[in-house]
């Protein structure tokens, strides 16, 4: 299987460039969106890439909704209804959710034809278009059905956040801190000193590199999984989003690397004080945690992909840019972390 991707950083214009060329001769598309993306997005995408004026369309519902077998099986029966062959392409035009979607869809459709991830979001710019993790959600459980399948090309564009609601926003700057905190330092530091828009490049280039050096997420990759062990039992317990509880689930995170792996406490320090500036807005009662949901939140850690006969295992930092993944942590370490994670406060 081709496990390359190419990454077009040149946004539309490029893409535009890319489809004239004699290898897209003749492609057929269908372009999966969501109400949003079809308003916001759908008409910047078709007037700047005159290879997609002819596209087809297929609407999916917003959000988590959309990664769903019966939405798969409603855009299969699409494509078969056009008659869409092995040489059909289909575009993302969305979210994370949006991708995750559409890469499953291409992959079961007459053994896999080639997507296109267009991400709109900033999360799904710096971390979900790239990779060629696809999913769907089933039995209750996040992405538990899917596939190691990348899209032959994602377009990155800056232009699609300028109607992206801050939280969005916000959601995607935790993931783009997360990546640089496992693997550059001076990025790390450059991420919490501003939210510059070129970093957006920066970052999708490092997961990039990463997600070259380990495509199957058995040793190097998951250095990415940094801060979603807290992060994903505080989604699931607070009902926050995905970014936000894992921005939380890092400080979690620092906390335990600097009691056990030697991480210096003024990283600690630094990651505390921005943190808190980003959740001013946020109602402060969600971002605390007592013993006795501390207590309920410790089966939703046990329960995590990367843990081994019901230990919970961890990926901590010796340094910023140096993590050790798989570290096991006990549930007093796991109490202690929390107890201290009170974010309204910088340390
Ligand atoms: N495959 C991977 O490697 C990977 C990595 C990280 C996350 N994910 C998945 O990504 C999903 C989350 O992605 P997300 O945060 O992008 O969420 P999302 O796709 O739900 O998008 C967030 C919201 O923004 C809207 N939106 C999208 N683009 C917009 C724009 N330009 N202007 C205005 N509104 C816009 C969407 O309609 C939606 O309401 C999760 O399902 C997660 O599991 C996958
Ligand atoms: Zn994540």
Redesign the pocket.
């Given at each position: 299987m081709n496990m390359k991707t190419k990454i077009i950083y040149g946004g539309l214009r490029s893409l535009s460039r890319e489809l004239a060329s004699e290898e897209w001769q003749d492609t057929k598309y269908t372009i999966l969106l969501d109400e949003n993306t079809f308003q916001y997005c759908l008409p910047q995408l078709i007037s700047s890439v005159e290879a997609l004026q002819e596209a087809e369309f297929v609407e999916v519902p917003v959000g988590e909704e959309c990664k769903s077998l019966e939405v798969v099986a409603q855009v299969w029966q699409t494509l078969m209804e056009g008659e869409a062959d092995r040489r059909h392409v289909i575009v993302n035009l969305g979210g994370g959710c949006v991708c995750d979607l559409g890469g499953f869809v291409a992959a079961g459709y007459k053994r896999g034809i080639r997507y296109i991830n267009v991400p709109t979001t900033l999360l799904s710019m710096v971390?979900a278009s790239i990779g060629g993790k696809t999913a769907v959600n089933f039995g209750g459980v996040k992405n538990s059905i899917g596939h190691f399948y990348p899209s032959v090309l994602t377009v990155i564009d800056p232009i699609f956040l300028d109607t992206l609601p801050q939280e969005e926003m916000l959601n995607g700057q935790m993931?783009m801190v997360k990546t640089a905190a496992v693997t550059d330092p001076e990025l790390f530091y450059k991420m919490i000193a501003s939210a510059d828009p070129q970093l957006i490049k920066v970052v999708a280039r490092m997961k990039s590199r990463v997600v070259k050096a380990d495509p199957y997420d058995r040793s190097i990759r998951k250095i990415l999984n940094f801060g979603?062990t807290f992060g994903h039992a505080i989604e699931v317990y607070r009902g926050l989003p995905?970014g936000l509880a894992?921005g939380i689930g890092m400080k979690a995170a620092m906390y335990l690397s600097m009691k056990k792996t030697g991480l210096p406490e003024e990283i600690y320090s630094a990651y505390s004080q921005w943190l808190k500036e980003q959740l001013l807005s946020i109602n402060s009662h969600l971002l605390t945690f007592n013993l006795k949901e501390i207590e309920s939140m410790l089966p939703l850690m046990r329960q995590d992909k990367k843990n081994a006969a019901g230990n919970v295992r961890c990926v901590l930092l010796q340094e910023l840019g140096a993590a050790m993944i798989d570290v096991e942590v006990s549930d007093n370490e796991i109490r202690d972390a929390f107890l201290h994670l009170d974010v309204t406060q910088s340390r």
């Amino acid at each position: 299987m081709n496990m390359k991707t190419k990454i077009i950083y040149g946004g539309l214009r490029s893409l535009s460039r890319e489809l004239a060329s004699e290898e897209w001769q003749d492609t057929k598309y269908t372009i999966l969106l969501d109400e949003n993306t079809f308003q916001y997005c759908l008409p910047q995408l078709i007037s700047s890439v005159e290879a997609l004026q002819e596209a087809e369309f297929v609407e999916v519902p917003v959000g988590e909704e959309c990664k769903s077998l019966e939405v798969v099986a409603q855009v299969w029966q699409t494509l078969m209804e056009g008659e869409a062959d092995r040489r059909h392409v289909i575009v993302n035009l969305g979210g994370g959710c949006v991708c995750d979607l559409g890469g499953f869809v291409a992959a079961g459709y007459k053994r896999g034809i080639r997507y296109i991830n267009v991400p709109t979001t900033l999360l799904s710019m710096v971390d979900a278009s790239i990779g060629g993790k696809t999913a769907v959600n089933f039995g209750g459980v996040k992405n538990s059905i899917g596939h190691f399948y990348p899209s032959v090309l994602t377009v990155i564009d800056p232009i699609f956040l300028d109607t992206l609601p801050q939280e969005e926003m916000l959601n995607g700057q935790m993931e783009m801190v997360k990546t640089a905190a496992v693997t550059d330092p001076e990025l790390f530091y450059k991420m919490i000193a501003s939210a510059d828009p070129q970093l957006i490049k920066v970052v999708a280039r490092m997961k990039s590199r990463v997600v070259k050096a380990d495509p199957y997420d058995r040793s190097i990759r998951k250095i990415l999984n940094f801060g979603h062990t807290f992060g994903h039992a505080i989604e699931v317990y607070r009902g926050l989003p995905h970014g936000l509880a894992v921005g939380i689930g890092m400080k979690a995170a620092m906390y335990l690397s600097m009691k056990k792996t030697g991480l210096p406490e003024e990283i600690y320090s630094a990651y505390s004080q921005w943190l808190k500036e980003q959740l001013l807005s946020i109602n402060s009662h969600l971002l605390t945690f007592n013993l006795k949901e501390i207590e309920s939140m410790l089966p939703l850690m046990r329960q995590d992909k990367k843990n081994a006969a019901g230990n919970v295992r961890c990926v901590l930092l010796q340094e910023l840019g140096a993590a050790m993944i798989d570290v096991e942590v006990s549930d007093n370490e796991i109490r202690d972390a929390f107890l201290h994670l009170d974010v309204t406060q910088s340390r």
